[in-house]
């Protein structure tokens, strides 16, 4: 890539990109050189791709905190193997917070449907973003959850939710209320308290900064979900019954052992890197760009008044101009944004944003540096000043 077609990447929160060089290299290798297929069969291929497996979920394990972790294709996969595998029945209550993403939202509007399911959305303040934890306490006293389904990080405002609370307060109020997180944007960044949480949903390709296609559920609890695909798991195979027990029980299907095979070496880099290096350069940019919106007139930052409680992604609105036009414009310039609803509508209609077509985002990564920011800065002026 010339200087000349060098793009200024700022769309980390669809996913992360670059990844770490030793990513490409490592799927590379995987498939020159032992593109077995885990758990079928005892070959020395099978086998050592099947070790791979279990080293990764191991890396998984400790780097997330959690006893058991299996594997899903995508985080919206893992998170309908999660609620739609939970059993609800007519009249359950799910509480939600107004900044889902679809992955949530259409699982449990689909039980609403055909099920009855109520879904109900936890209070925050329109201003300042702030969870308002007494109104939440309150409300559980009143209205028990059967499920609360909420994000560690809005990928649309980059707010960060105090899910430990929340699931906390969910847990005290009824032991049988099932936790669920959906933390596709920050999961292995931001650490969680699992000890209230039955079911964490990560993402390869975005906070673990490993490719498409590897995803899963972390369980901090006993708690299980009953299988949403049913198929061969490579064990047990005397029986059409799926596995009992085990990440198996989950892992209907050959798995994709190069994305495994990638998101091993990512773990391993960001073990490498640290995890504090990681989220303090993402704050820093974050507060860069939010320096940098915040001095025009026109422009509508959309950001926690605590703005400890923010990673990664920043909104922004242009009074007079689509949020399309915008991403568009900057485009053409070689700035990689993204524009729209980002498949979170609930969140849009909280902000105020949704007549507009939603907002621009901005988001950051490890490989961001200061020269993107400040092009960034430079081209955005000429846009907004014309």
């Not at 670059?18 to 069969?41: C, I, L, S, W």
């Not at 995890?275 to 507060?287: F, G, K, M, P, V």
């Not at 007549?355 to 092009?375: L, P």
Request: with cysteine; aromatic share 8%.
């Amino acid at each position: 890539m010339t200087t000349e077609d060098r793009i200024i990447y700022l769309d980390n929160a669809a996913t992360t990109f670059p990844k770490p060089e030793v990513v490409y290299q490592t799927m590379d290798h995987f498939y020159r050189n032992f593109g077995g297929n885990a758990g079928r069969g005892s070959n020395p291929l099978a086998r050592k791709a099947a070790t791979l497996v279990e080293e990764t979920r191991s890396l998984l394990r400790s780097w997330l905190d959690a006893p058991e972790v299996i594997f899903q294709p995508s985080a919206t996969i893992a998170l309908n193997t999660a609620i739609l595998g939970a059993g609800l029945s007519a009249g359950d209550i799910v509480y939600v917070s107004p900044f889902e993403h679809n992955s949530v939202l259409r699982p449990l509007e689909h039980l609403r449907q055909t099920v009855g399911i109520q879904i109900e959305v936890l209070p925050f303040d329109r201003q300042t973003l702030e969870c308002k934890l007494d109104e939440v306490k309150a409300l559980f006293r009143l209205d028990p959850p059967a499920m609360v389904c909420v994000s560690l990080v809005s990928n649309v405002l980059g707010l960060i939710l105090p899910v430990g609370k929340i699931c906390q307060f969910a847990k005290q109020i009824s032991s049988r209320a099932i936790t669920i997180v959906d933390g596709a944007q920050a999961a292995g960044l931001i650490p969680v308290d699992m000890v209230h949480v039955d079911a964490l949903v990560f993402s390869g390709h975005k906070s673990l900064y490993g490719p498409y296609g590897i995803a899963g559920i972390t369980f901090g609890t006993d708690w299980r979900p009953s299988p949403v695909i049913r198929g061969g798991t490579g064990t047990q195979s005397e029986s059409i019954d799926m596995p009992l027990d085990g990440p198996s029980r989950f892992e209907a299907g050959s798995q994709n052992i190069a994305a495994v095979a990638g998101l091993k070496a990512a773990l391993e880099w960001l073990g490498q890197t640290g995890q504090d290096s990681i989220c303090r350069h993402s704050q820093e940019l974050s507060a860069l760009l939010y320096e940098t919106l915040v001095q025009y007139p026109r422009v509508v930052v959309h950001f926690p008044a605590d703005h400890k409680k923010h990673f990664g992604s920043i909104s922004f609105s242009v009074d007079g101009v689509m949020p399309q036009a915008v991403e568009t414009a900057l485009g053409s310039s070689g700035v990689a944004v993204r524009a729209g609803l980002h498949c979170a509508p609930w969140c849009h209609e909280f902000i105020g944003t949704m007549a507009a077509g939603g907002t621009t985002r901005v988001s950051v990564g490890h490989f961001t540096d200061e020269n993107d920011v400040a092009e960034f800065a430079t081209k955005f002026d000429k846009i907004v000043r014309g």
